[in-house]
Nanobody, 115 residues
Framework: QVQLVESGGGLVQSGGSLRLSCAASGTFFAIVAMGWYRQPPGKQRELVAS???????NYADSVKGRFTISRDNAKNTVYLQMNSLKPEDTAVYYC?????????WGQGTQVTVSS
């Protein structure tokens, strides 16, 4: 059974930093990519950043230069370093794992940035 465990969310002031972690466990077909999505209040879920097994990264324009995604393939863990946080970054952040057959989601972790 696949399980994604997220950690690292919380409340931070504008300009601050947070680091999210997501540890994936269970049996996967073959992990292709891991990533982070977010859902701001009253809005749709959107891609924040993703990283392939080979290390290729993709970022939303709104976070480029401020957020950095990384992963530890041996531990099936993905990280999101978030710097220079803004109030508009406030959202529930979800971890996602794509294994070539299915997409798996974490339970979400709240990030709140106060102005």
């Amino acid at each position: 059974q696949v399980q994604l465990v997220e950690s690292g969310g919380g409340l931070v002031q504008s300009g601050g930093s947070l680091r999210l972690s997501c540890a994936a466990s269970g049996t996967f077909f073959a992990i292709v990519a891991m990533g982070w999505y977010r859902q701001p209040p009253g809005k749709q879920r959107e891609l924040v950043a993703s990283i392939t097994t080979g290390g290729s990264t993709n970022y939303a324009d709104s976070v480029k230069g401020r957020f950095t995604i990384s992963r530890d393939n041996a531990k099936n863990t993905v990280y999101l370093q978030m710097n220079s946080l803004k109030p508009e970054d406030t959202a529930v952040y979800y971890c996602n794992v794509a294994d070539g057959l299915y997409g798996y989601w974490g339970q979400g972790t709240q990030v709140t940035v106060s102005s």
